[in-house]
């Protein structure tokens, strides 16, 4: 068995089971492959602008057997094989689709998942996207008991996909056909490395044509990197840096770059094994030039170095095209760029920045087109002389376009924004890890002002002012964020530090199917996220964030506010089943703290053990998992187990209005007001399960203030307070609560174990089982059975 080929189809599997074709089992695997392959075939025409040929459905079959198992093109060798297979086997994806997943490239990848890991890996490589839990659970359940097999799985989720998903796998599908089309013999001789690029530019296509063409785009630059068709080469023969207006058998790096933009056409510049020298200025290139390793060589033994003397390479005319492939660029120093400057088109393939200067793009500044591929970008510098500089420790890509695919950006530093990478214009951040960046003030990781996509992507322990890895800044700033992980980032501006892992600042962040754990952001707060913009949210997990304070050297003027999320003013947040799971507020809100003038809007999501500490002076200690000033929608979510110090163990709502609907509050606890506390504002609760909630001193289930609170077919049962006010107490004489069609039993308190009420109580077709202390006004409107006078 050919191994490299089985490795180039297992590679490619993996993006096809990302895509998740469905949640349940589908009715298309009873019917014949080839039927269930034409019905995908139709959709998969694929988008104009990639160079997509036409292919038969066997071949079609294959590719896509290629993106589910390994989550990237084939090779032109692999592809070629597997086809007459298939073709052997009249059609059928099950002739091969178990090679597939017995070759040696899936078990190395994929050996050591569970169940669960393996289908969600199906549905991340062919959909982008995480499968919901009810597709999760029944795809796992069958895995396990043997009634389905991971091929069976993804064959059902492939052809089972519609809508979105369908156009993602038939983008996906005609992006890959245009690679492996265009590869030719070159693709043979694929890398693991170059399969993670390749990877990481399919998995950037989603539903849309603009991604699709983006990546072929991307694609062709990864094609051009490899391929001949070079009209001269000319190699390197001395490491001193010198121009004597030729290249021969004495030829230096800076005579050979001469010489190929003289070419009149692409041309390449080859360097053996060593370290060049550049320090009589930058290397212009004004043709289209490729400078690469020689065979045998890599990043490591080739190695060209400025000696921070100057830019290593300048790109000004927009015409021009640099690719750089198998070397390392290292100790440039310039104002703008210190390894380069591009406004052209520049591929860096296989290629190391490391130990570079400016005042903006301590590696390279962008106005043209960049891509990186498998680029690793470390301990770059972006220093400072005023306000205006100091960005992008690593890329500073100031207009144009970038893309960074499979790659690493380590170390780097920014005096103020964008730790490794500023923004604007439009990028795609693609399989490529953010670790160990800082910012001065915005943005440790990456700071975004344009559109930018990032795609399963790692940020971890980076740091800064706001937005510990991530921030989306200005109202231009559209980013959107997809199956990445962000981990152990810290925001710790003194009175600022907001969003330990994202802050975004009037633009729009959306984030799916994404991890955010450990995040913490001392000042402001929003351990994880702090927006002051719109965020949407969906199928995201927030795992022990913390939002703290500053002790040394000065405290925090208003610290703590949102373990997970801050939302600040003038915000408008969608957040849909999503998990927030033992997150810390050192002041309010263990989840999340919503300001004033807000609309916050979250569906199907569960609250577990999250904390509101009220640990500093001058207040707070309020929501466990949640506190509200603004105005809230919360349905079909659970809040259980939360904890705050003072009040509201689950909920505490202000000011705004707060609707509650299908939901459950239950075990949680505080000194008062177990469960909610509504201290003003209007709260409407609808078919909500308010249990086992317990306080310390009062108000077990709700503690209602100054709130005009309505419950509606509302559940009150369980709760437990030592003082008074099991149910709920109503502590303000202008405080008013409406009960409709609701029941409260089972509660207990030495006083008032159904209520307690100062103010004004409506009841209405309700049942109540407990003792009520009323000190103002009950008003019985009928329909009511209770154990206690109304």
Partial sequence: MNTSKLW??????????????GNAPSANVTLPEKARSAGVSAAASGPASCKTPSYDGDQDNVMRAYIAYYGRPADSGGFAYWTNRVAAAGGSLNSIMAEFGTSKEFTD?????????????????LFGRNPEAGGLDYYVGELNA????????????????SGSDATIVANRLAVAKTFTSGSGSQSNYLTEADGNAMAAILASVQDDSTSANAACASFDAMLDARSGGLVKTFTVTKFTDSNNGTCGSDCSLREAVAAANAAGGRAGVILPAGTYTVNQGQLLVTGQVHVHGATGTTAASVIIDGGEQNRLFGLEDPNARLVLSKLTVRNGNSDYGGAILNKGTLILDRVTLSGNTALNGGAILNTGSLTGLALSVSGNQANSINTNTGFGGGLYNEAGNFGLFASQLTSNTARFNGGAIYAAGSGTVVNTTLNTNQSGAIGGGMDTLGTVAIVGSKFFANTGNDGGALSSRESSAKVTVTTSTFEDNIANGVDLGGGGAAFNYAGVLTIRDSVFKRNQAYGEGGGAIETNGELHLANVSLDGNTAQMHTNPLPDSAPGFGGAILIIANSLVTIDTAQFTQNTAGNSGGAIYNDQNTQLTITNSQFTTNTAQGLFSGGGGYGGAIISEGNMSLSNCTLSSNTSKVAGGALSTKIGIATISNSTISGNSSVNGGGIVAYSGTLTATDLVLSNNTSTQASAGLLNDLAQTTLTSVKITGNTAQTWGGGFSNNNTIGQVSLIGSSISANTAPDGSAFVNFGTVNVRNSTLSGTCNNHKTVNNQGGNTSSCAL
Avoid: M, P, W
């Avoid at 180039?8 to 074709?21: E, V």
């Avoid at 990848?109 to 490589?125: K, P």
């Fill in 8 to 21: 180039t189809l297992a590679f490619t599997a993996g993006i096809l089971t990302a895509c998740g074709g």
């Fill in 109 to 125: 990848r994929y050996g050591s998942l569970s169940s669960s890991e393996l289908v969600t890996n199906i549905y991340r490589q």
């Fill in 146 to 161: 043997g009634r389905k097999t991971l091929q069976s799985i993804t064959l059902d989720v492939l052809f089972g996909a």
